[in-house]
């Protein structure tokens, strides 16, 4: 992950953040464009934070999903 921030208010993607907000990362995707996710969980991840890509669906669209990788383990 290369970047994130902080979104105050409620996700406008149901399931996602907390009450205060949600968070957007801006991710590298290996051999792939750095792409712009929604935040699975409920803080910004650091930057450097390892994890992956999926997509959601929402109603008729999909958007990219990045979820850390918990641990320390490759």
Request: proline share 7%; hydrophobic share 40%.
């Amino acid at each position: 992950m290369w970047a994130a921030t902080w979104i105050s208010g409620p996700c406008p993607v149901e399931g996602f953040g907390n009450d205060d907000g949600y968070a957007v990362a801006w991710v590298q995707v290996d051999d792939g464009p750095r792409l712009q996710a929604l935040v699975a969980g409920a803080n910004a991840p650091a930057p450097g934070t390892r994890g992956w890509v999926n997509r959601h669906l929402v109603g008729d669209e999909s958007i990219d999903v990045f979820s850390a990788r918990v641990g320390t383990s490759e």
